[in-house]
């Protein structure tokens, strides 16, 4: 879908949304004039938090609007609360007049809240349109927002449409038209070219499983590899997810949906980095062929796994995948993955926790989060709940022991799997906005990609 968004003309008629406070509301609407600054108060207009109110001219037509911030310090005034101007204004073309607290989130939240997920249900145009100010870079804002929709659309596609196959074949769109290289090893070739846990987890569907494995950029620059997890749907295999946890699972592939929107972002800023996208895409399916409870396979890092639970795949497709990435020893690897319940009950839908030993990285991604408004939270790679996951028969267990540190126990599992990189973390995102806020529509959603692309064009800028 188009963005609403135009590069700032002096000589194109707009119409203004003003931006208000509750304090600065009565000077606000006295600088209107008496008719507007009358019809306002009618209307009940107290600026509160994306509270909208259009205006009218004399002769009726729409001469502007009045857009709430409400006072400083609540929980709704943030800075992606003028993008819910988008989906309450009127058709036009419009510009933000005001005090607003960052001119360019506002923008990225005004496109954001444009989304609507169209494969299967047409949205008509509501032809609603932002003329942004000259100090927002349009061109990045724009490759911003378009990361987002490609995220939320492959999350939001429901898993008849979009299996392993169709997963590589949107990895190849976006790397090949640029110069990447992907190269695919599908189904008996996994266990030949030595990835057994991908096997072994995608072997129960009629869907072959795949390692997607996608390069771009100048080999002789700083090696950036992003690894998401690619499971297209999760029943659970043998041991079986209610219906009610399943209902969700074509968002099991968040992981790799982030990671490719994030790799978007990097091909089309240009960044001097050789970047890698690694993906193990597979359905975790159920079938005669599906792994099993109790079951010891070999990783490609050559520890044996005990599966001790099939609905803990996630950890086992990234551990060959995180291990192939560690083998040429990037200067930063990092991992997305839809991964654990257990971040849900921590942290809630929207605060994805992320995880690494390197306290420098762990700072800049903190702050990055915050200047993106893109909500991170670290967690500790807690060493004493280690031995949750140990096992009696092999070198480690896919699940944890006692229920207990969830998120932290998928993580150390993870960690076992990365030797010689020091730059790693590991995010275990929800991809899934539950209800809907400003900018941010329910359903699928990116997270971390935008403070992440912060953190890595920050520390190699396009020269």
Known sequence: MSLPLIAFDPALAVLPIRVVTPDGLAARLDALGAAASAFARAAGFEAKAGQCLVLPDANGAIAGALFGLGRRGEAARTPFLPGKAASLLPAGTWAFEGPLEDETLAALAFALE??????????????????????VDLAAVTRTAEAVFLARDLVNTPANDLGPAELAATIRAVFEPAGGVVVETVGEDLLAANFPLVHAVGQGSDRPPRLIDATWGDARHPKVTLVGKGVVFDSGGLDIKPDSAMLLMKKDMGGAANALALASMIIGAGLPVRLRLIVPAV???????AFRPGDVFPSRKGLTVEIGNTDAEGRLVLADALALADEETPVLLIDLATLTGAARVALGPDLPPFYTHDDALAAEIADAAKTAFDPLWRMPLWPVYRPMIDSKIADIANAGSGGFAGSITAALFLADFVEHTSAWVHLDIYAWAPAARPGRPEGGEAQAIRALFTVIAARWPKA
Not at 283 to 289: F, H, L, V
């Open 283 to 289: 359905e975790n399916a159920i079938s005669g062929r």
């Open 114 to 135: 444009s989304y609507r997920f169209t494969r299967y249900k047409t949205a008509v145009d509501r032809a609603v349109r932002l003329m942004v100010g000259e100090s």
